[in-house]
């Protein structure tokens, strides 16, 4: 059988770069029918490439769904198995994955795809003691074991599992577990920063992003933070590097060195990860701790890092913070999440409103004066968290609602306007515009919200401006419950929608037939149009 496959990996490179999933579901389903539709096997080389086509936009379900039809058609090399394992971990399944991976060690003759293997499984440990919240160290070991394993064999080749051995010894030093290994973590560490030190600086060498990531891990390693700093610059500045890896890494630092934003390194490495993830054409969620929000890093020296363009992205992403801490998590009385809204000053919506100071936006499905279901609240029943205003640990700032000023149902435009009992002081309402980005397909627009009711973040899955009219505002920045009422920001960071709804059949606009995979928004100045005329 002919199986085109440049001309597939083709089409699927390309709905992969879109960021398109129901084009890369139908294509993915059209190789599994072929598969199970004849004898011969896939070659092996073009299944690692649409794989990792999958895992680049970390499409991990359809990674799961390919690598498993390219099994069941007898097509059970060391690579698809790897690959398979490298989406059961991302997709949470890490113990299924290290029984995959035993399997690949005990046959797998090639010395670079057992290397392969091996950082998978001591992966897959560190995942599983990670997920235990450190209750099983046995895991650790067994993860420093396989990484330093693998390093002791082949150092040069094996760097980034000797990275991450000497990274989860320092881990156990600061929990006092009795974990050890033959090389110690500075030994490891030295020798890989030296070897990337020395390509670094030699024109014939080819080195990668991902060099100036173990860089930076080995210099945490040897306490050498600002050297840390420079190198996680250099990588999360590398165009070749897209918001999932830098998602990847920051989970790394967070996870496993357990750095934070209030002191160094955290304080000057976290966010420059977190600011180069927002600029990327696509990215992961994107998620913030009242720490992250209420920490002032302006003291920060992060320009002699940064440079100039960085230092303008640091600022751009600092407006976005500063954004967030006027966005609210809306909870019922007992503490249920119900979903989000946000700060604006009330004469921005109507002039009549002058003097009035701050008041809320966010659904009637959320929140109204006649609930007509159990998941909309009542004023009575509401409290307003603001989550970003949290300081040193202290609670964040939870006020009551006083009154419903103005409300349309949901069956219309879906927005409650609200005054508050007892508004907070210092926070910057967030600016509305009239404006719209023009429809050219590369517009972005921005999500913040507290998603499914956990900590407030930034929705930047895929969030290309898709169409609006005089209504309505379609993108597809992956959201979930929790996130209704949550306002939708330009690049200026400005308001220019409330999310209210989405779904994978929403209606096209402009009496269009047909549905798309969308999210859907209250277009800010139909709200502002309807309030001066129906107050």
């Not at 998978?120 to 099983?136: E, I, N, P, S």
Request: charged share 25%; proline share 5%; glycine share 8%.
């Amino acid at each position: 059988m002919d199986w085109e496959s440049e001309i597939f990996r083709q089409r699927l490179a390309d709905a992969v770069e879109a960021y398109d999933l129901t084009a890369a579901t139908d294509l993915c389903n059209e190789l599994v029918g072929r598969l199970r539709s004849t004898q011969q096997l896939y070659p092996v080389n073009d299944a690692r490439i649409v794989l990792r086509l999958l895992r680049r936009k970390r499409f991990f379900g359809l990674m799961t769904t390919m690598a498993e039809a390219l099994l069941q058609s007898g097509q059970r090399s060391p690579q698809i198995r790897c690959e398979y394992a490298q989406a059961l971990i991302d997709r949470g399944f890490p113990a299924v994955a290290a029984e995959l991976l035993g399997g690949v060690l005990l046959d797998a003759t090639d010395e670079n795809w057992r290397a392969e293997a091996r950082g998978l499984l001591g992966r897959a440990y560190k995942q599983m003691y990670v997920d235990t919240a450190g209750g099983h160290p046995e895991l650790l070991q067994k993860a420093v074991e396989t990484y330093g394993a693998a390093f002791a064999d082949d150092p040069d080749r094996c760097a980034w599992h000797g990275i991450n051995a000497a990274a989860l010894l320092r881990r156990s030093s600061r929990e006092e577990l009795d974990i050890s290994w033959s090389v110690s973590a500075g030994d490891i560490a030295s020798r890989v920063r030296s070897n990337i030190e020395a390509r670094s600086f030699d024109p014939d060498a080819t080195t990668g992003p991902w060099d100036a990531a173990l860089a930076a891990e080995a210099c945490l390693v040897l306490d050498d933070s600002d050297a840390a700093v420079g190198w996680m610059q250099r990588y999360a500045g590398d165009g070749r590097v897209d918001a999932f890896e830098l998602a990847s890494t920051l989970r790394q630092m967070t996870d496993i060195w357990q750095l934070a934003t209030e002191v160094d390194p955290g304080r000057r490495i976290l966010p420059i990860l977190r600011a180069q993830m927002l600029v990327k054409e696509q990215g992961a969620r994107l998620e913030l701790t009242s720490a992250d929000l209420a920490t002032d890093a302006a003291d920060a020296p992060l320009e002699k890092v940064l440079g100039d363009a960085g230092v303008v992205t640091y600022s751009w992403y600092r407006r976005g913070l500063a954004r967030s801490r006027a966005v609210a998590q809306i909870r019922h009385r007992s503490g249920r999440a119900v979903g989000t809204g946000f700060l604006v000053k009330a004469d921005d919506l109507d002039p009549m409103w002058a003097g009035l100071g701050v008041v809320l936006i966010t659904n009637s499905h959320v929140l109204t004066s006649e609930p007509r279901s159990e998941e909309t609240l009542a004023p009575e029943q509401a409290r307003v968290e603001l989550q970003a205003l949290a300081i040193d640990g202290v609670a964040s700032t939870e006020v009551g609602v006083d009154e419903i000023m103005w409300s349309s149902p949901p069956d219309e435009l879906d927005t409650t306007v609200a005054r508050l009992a007892d508004p907070p002081h210092g926070v910057d309402p967030c600016p509305l515009t009239a404006f719209r980005p023009r429809l050219d397909g590369k517009q972005r627009v921005y999500v913040i919200g507290h998603p499914a009711g956990r900590e407030l973040s930034y929705s930047i899955d895929d969030n290309v401006l898709l169409d609006y009219d005089d209504r309505f505002i379609h993108y597809r920045a992956p959201t979930e419950p929790g996130s209704s009422g949550s306002p939708v920001f330009n690049r200026d960071w400005e308001v220019i929608g409330l999310h209210h709804a989405g779904g994978s059949e929403m209606r096209q606009l402009h009496g269009r037939s047909g549905t798309y995979p969308a999210n859907e928004g209250i277009w800010i100045e139909a709200i502002r149009s309807a309030i001066t005329t129906k107050p």
